[in-house]
């Protein structure tokens, strides 16, 4: 059974999640990061979405190696975005789990990314995940930092 959630409060329900984790854990990981993403975005649901299209809520999972200009510098992310529209909106909202790793696990132009709308069902994306170069690379390094963070596009 799943509840309904404002997106704020969203945001904050996954923030409670990972820190239970890491409490339980001692750290993140990728497949923490996999599993926690599946299992909010199976449990919650997001107030104003409209259910009845599969692309109104979805997510998606992204790797490469980054320098956007801020304090993080160039580095190496490994990213699960879960990506809501709500209805009668143009706005996007994307809430994401990032792990940041040490530029140099990846190799350059080591870019990818892949929707779960586009398989048949949540474990077909997942083992399409783990069957990636980034995914093993990034399973191997050592995490620098994590973020969650909600965006409206």
Request: proline share 1%; net charge negative; glycine share 6%.
């Amino acid at each position: 059974m799943s509840i309904k959630l404002a997106p704020s409060k969203v945001l904050k329900a996954y923030k409670e999640e990972v820190l239970k984790y890491i409490d339980a854990n001692g750290k993140l990981s990728g497949d923490a990061v996999i599993d926690l993403s599946i299992k909010l975005f199976s449990s919650i649901q997001v107030k104003g979405v409209e259910y009845s299209e599969s692309e109104n809520d979805m997510l998606l999972f992204q790797y490469g190696t980054y320098d956007w200009g801020d304090k993080k510098g160039l580095h190496a992310s490994f990213d699960i975005t879960r990506q809501f529209q709500k209805t009668n909106s143009d706005e996007f909202h994307q809430l994401s789990i990032t792990l940041i790793f040490d530029p140099n696990v990846l190799d350059k132009g080591d870019v990818y990314n892949t929707w779960s709308c586009d398989y048949s069902g949540i474990d077909e994306w997942v083992t399409k995940i783990k069957d990636t170069a980034g995914y093993s690379k990034m399973k191997q390094a050592e995490i620098r930092t994590y973020e969650i963070d909600l965006q409206e596009t």
